[in-house]
DNA sequence: ACCTTTCATTGACAATCGTCGATGATTGGG
DNA sequence: CCCAATCATCGACGATTGTCAATGAAAGGT
């Protein structure tokens, strides 16, 4: 290839190694951004972990809540979050409202952070 | 166990499965709630990316810069928040700046979403 | 010595977030 | 039929966030 553009060439010679590839998608990145940031909250982390060590994969919000020290209406708020980011699956039997972890959700996302 | 309290017993039995252990500690929940914050936002999911991809493990700013179509200053505020965060470093030769990814950052953030 | 380049930092602004109290919607029981 | 319990939703508020334009700091080249 002859002509190519000299100034260019030493310039990203000098200073910048190119992105060798690999590099995420903008719709990735913004849906992946999306299930982080449900997670970026230390009530959300409690909540799923509770959630994860609930016996059956399943919790009831009164047990969410009374080990929370925080309004009723604001865990409610998180766990919504949860759902909505798809992380937590909502089941209503009876007056109750159990909350489980959607299969394969998490460790999708560690996926996507593994080497 | 004679003499449980009936009360309590039944309530719980007709609605609430205790919370078996493993739940995280406060202090764990927030350290990670920190991280997963930090990537909570598209941008900085694309700039790890691009740093994870780039050749050699290190990207120089000129390079990110240029291929997100954000203000100078923006980007080196999200880097800033990404070092901050315990996923980037930052290191400075010459003129340039140059990140890469804290080794085993990632994969740490992994191992506490697997099952 | 000056000027340019590279990048971090500051100040400012609108937008979003976490929280609460209050209200609303269902369900179950007397 | 009404009442109590469970939980979601709404309205409001202070705090935090993402963004930009502008400025500051440090290094290199001429």
Redesign the interface.
Known sequence: MPHALPVLDTAAAS??????????A?HD??A???K???????????LL??V?????G???V??LNE?LDLSQGTVSHHLGLLVKAGLLTRTKRGT?SYYALVPGA??A???T???
């Open positions: 200073c910048c190694s190119p992105i060798t590839g690999g590099v995420i903008d990145a913004a992946l951004a999306a982080f940031k449900a997670m970026g909250d230390p009530t959300r982390v409690k972990s509770m994860a060590a609930s016996g059956g399943e919790a009831c009164c047990d080990s109750w998490l460790p996302l560690a996926e952070l593994q080497v």
